[in-house]
């Protein structure tokens, strides 16, 4: 089973387009796509430097421009991924890659709404002087105490002996001067506090433009950083990504999903290197690749050939399926719904309960039962089906 995954801010680096624009119809798709973002995604992906790259305004719209180009280089023909790639998910703006890949998002909207994030985010941190720092290594609950002792905010907890604290400069000056117990810490050159309440006001500008964009339900088994659950409902994927501007990265619990999913193998796409060195550590076993320039494709490719195989949810069916955010057991809602029942929207169909938590699962559109894909009492892997219904809004046209 294979996960393709895309990276987050500070993964760019000078120049790391230029040898993509040698791959034919790279440099067309580029230009297109800086026409929509208002971004010049060639200059900033091959001629600018480190500091102008480094601008959130700037980062965020070529990291995700970059995905989504090479990704075509990677499947020429897009529709043929869907039943190569099982699982997609992104680190912070690279969400917004693995929904547009997943077919949530348009790779136009994508582009304008990248762009928008960066503005805002770039706007929340002017506000109030605040940065991240990486802690490498120490004791994973203790580095937490002692951050949020200090008023700091755990951003990205990536697993693998790897978290990023943010908030204040003064309070991250006082952390560096008295680090954690065996624990290494590193400041980071962003712009702010990402994914922390500094970025509050962000995420009021992008859940405006939420409210009008149209979204379709995700192609692939889609890991959301919130908490790592699989999530197949559009709205949903983007609620989720305007949320998460503010609150921490969970990637390492984007990792024991995919563990739970049984992925055997990871390619991270331009620029690569981050979340397949995270992926070494914490997915023994599991093979990965850094696509970083086009000499790596054919490795790529064999790689595709031998992980690649569809999720359960690859069709585009006229039904709707409500599916499993996480591994666990699940139990039917007090009123289970027999075929032919009606839903409403958001009503809960049941939980599920896993090792950490205990879960509602609802049918986020409602609709009529088609047919229940689980009994009470059944283990769930994440991402497995669990009734099929068919939408209301068909039954008001038939």
């Not at 506090?193 to 339900?217: C, E, K, N, Q």
């Not at 989720?240 to 995919?258: F, G």
Request: proline share 7%.
């Amino acid at each position: 089973m294979l996960v393709v995954v895309a990276p987050g801010q500070g993964a760019q680096s000078p120049g790391f387009l230029t040898p993509w624009l040698d791959v034919p119809g790279v440099a067309a798709r580029l230009d297109w796509l800086s026409a929509v973002s208002g971004v010049d995604l060639i200059e900033h992906g091959t001629r600018s430097d480190a500091d102008t790259i480094r601008d959130t305004a700037v980062a965020q719209p070529l990291l995700v421009g970059a995905g989504l180009v090479t990704l075509l280089s990677l499947f020429p023909h897009p529709a043929e991924a869907f039943g190569k790639v099982a699982v997609g998910a992104g680190h912070s703006v690279g969400e917004i890659t693995a929904a547009a890949a997943a077919g949530v998002l348009t790779a136009e909207q994508a582009m304008v709404f990248v762009r928008e994030r960066g503005r805002a985010m770039a706007q929340a941190a002017a506000a109030t002087p605040t940065g991240m720092s990486a802690v490498l290594g120490g004791e994973a609950d203790a580095v937490i105490a002692a951050a949020e002792a200090l008023g700091l905010t755990p951003a990205n907890i990536n697993g693998a002996g790897q978290i990023v604290v943010a908030g204040e400069l003064d309070a991250l000056a006082a952390f560096a001067d008295n680090p954690p117990e065996k624990a290494r810490v590193r400041a980071l050159e962003v712009a702010g506090a990402f994914h922390t309440r500094f970025m509050a006001p962000a995420v009021d500008v992008l859940a405006g433009y939420a409210r009008a964009i149209s979204t379709h339900d995700s192609r692939i088994q889609l890991l959301s950083n919130a908490d790592g659950q699989v999530v197949h409902d559009g709205r949903q994927v983007l609620a989720r990504i305007v949320a998460q501007v503010s609150r921490p990265v969970r990637w390492d619990l984007c990792m024991a999903a995919m563990a739970d999913l049984g992925v055997t193998a990871m390619i991270e796409i331009p620029p690569a290197g981050t979340l397949t060195g995270l992926a070494k550590r914490a997915l023994p076993g599991v093979e990965t690749l850094a696509l970083n320039t086009p000499d790596d494709l054919p490795a790529a490719w064999d790689l595709i050939a031998r992980h690649g195989a569809s999720s359960a949810v690859a069709g585009a069916p006229t039904w709707r399926l409500v599916v499993a955010p996480l591994k666990g057991i699940f139990t039917l809602a007090d009123a289970p719904a027999g075929a032919g029942a009606r839903l409403d929207p958001g009503t809960r169909v049941g939980t599920i309960a896993s090792l950490r938590d205990t879960v509602d699962v609802v049918a986020p559109h409602g609709g009529t039962v088609v047919e229940w894909l689980v009994e009470d009492g059944d283990p769930v892997s994440p991402g497995q089906p669990l009734v099929r219904l068919h939408p209301a809004h068909e039954e008001a046209l038939a």
